[in-house]
């Protein structure tokens, strides 16, 4: 079994122990310079550690102390090392106030961060999970997930880890590069899809994204986020991020579409995020909210079902939900989220449901 490295608690120069090794031999600094052929400061500047034993140096060493090359060379780089991990401590002891802003708790029991006690501990886990080298470069990386949560007073450290297992994610995914006009091409399938159950159309699914060059990840919600999806990019393919935070299935559709409707409508290299409680809408929310809902719902004939009743009985619901050839539940969900009926209205019409992937063990 591999026994875990002792690290010393200084950092000790190799000019250490060549002062010794020249005591040892009665030998002065000038004497050790003058066999060398090098100046005295250099020699000197060697034993208080303010130059580095290079490799020609260390040839020196060797041949006028017969200590070996190889010995000054690892004590060099042995110093360096130490000495660049100490003060990397140090910075790591100034930044344990900001794990505050990151909810290490609950990543740690989903398995995106070893679990951890000790502050600095934690802080070197959130610098590997994010992928910078300090917890202050997260918020300008994720500046949309900061500058959100801000206007919706949710935890921006929580959407930013949320995100960025997001992308961990999506990296193993493999796709093609994106297409836009295949991406277009989708979606009269994607539209059919609410009527399947989720092991028919997640193979499906994944496999028509992947082929447009979208990867689909899902990715459990954090407290204090209110997030419902994201799309981001990943060089020269696209991402979708969701929750199934309330497994709704009018509510996963809507999602999906609106995350879609980012992808035709708006510039590439964007991270776009879905917060439930955000409002008003940003304009290009908006305009992926229309699109989602058009895609589900045709807006001309979804007004003219709204023209033609006061009510919503479940006869009719069903009615138009056939016409339109979508579950009932995704006509229900839409009449809550317009205000013409109450929610909890025809509840039972609104499935929820488990993505297949989903409910195998991993984070």
């Known amino acids: 079994m591999a026994t875990e490295r002792i690290w010393p608690d200084v950092a000790i120069p190799p000019g250490e122990v060549l ?77 344990v106030d900001l794990v505050k802003r990151f909810p290490y708790g609950e990543m740690a029991k989903r398995g995106w961060v070893p679990a951890a006690r000790a502050a600095v501990e934690r802080v070197r886990n959130l610098l590997s999970f994010f992928g910078v080298g300090a917890l202050d470069s997260v918020s300008a990386n994720y500046s949309a997930a900061f500058r959100r949560s801000a206007a919706t007073a949710g935890s921006s450290g929580a959407l930013a880890a949320w995100l960025r297992q ?46 447009a060059g979208v990867a689909i990840v899902l990715v459990p919600h954090l407290p204090r986020t209110g997030v419902q999806g994201a799309t981001f990019w990943r060089g020269a393919s696209a991402a979708i991020e969701m929750t199934l935070r309330y497994r709704w299935q009018d509510v996963f559709w809507f999602t999906l579409l609106h995350e879609v409707g980012h992808l035709l409508l708006h510039d590439r290299n964007e991270v776009f995020v879905d917060l439930e409680n955000e409002r008003p809408r940003d304009g290009r929310e908006a305009e992926a909210d229309d699109y989602a809902a058009n ?22 619901v069903k009615s138009f939900a056939k016409q339109q050839g979508i579950p009932p539940g995704i006509v229900i969900g839409r009449l809550c989220h317009d205000g013409r009926v109450p929610w909890g209205h025809l509840i039972h019409l609104r499935r929820q449901f488990e993505w297949v992937s989903a409910a195998r063990p991993g984070p």
């Not at 895609?295 to 009719?316: I, M």
């Open 166 to 211: 997001g992308q961990r994610k999506a990296a193993e995914v493999r796709t093609l590069s994106f297409d836009k006009e295949k991406l277009r091409q989708l979606v009269p399938e994607l539209r059919q899809m609410p009527c399947e159950d989720p092991q028919e159309f997640e193979p499906r699914l994944r496999a028509g994204m992947s082929a």
């Open 19 to 95: 002062a010794e090794t020249l005591g040892a031999r009665s030998m002065t600094q000038a004497e050790l310079a003058r066999r060398t052929g090098r100046p005295v400061q250099a020699v000197n500047e060697i034993i208080r550690g303010t130059k580095a034993i290079t490799p020609e140096t260390a040839l020196q060493l060797e041949r006028v102390l017969g200590v070996p090359a190889h010995v000054w060379t690892r004590l060099e780089a042995d110093y360096r090392f130490n000495k660049a991990r100490l003060e990397d401590e140090q910075r790591l002891v100034r930044q």
């Open 295 to 316: 895609v589900l719902l045709a807006a001309e004939e979804y007004g003219q079902f709204l023209a033609e009743r006061t009510a919503y009985p479940e006869t009719a």
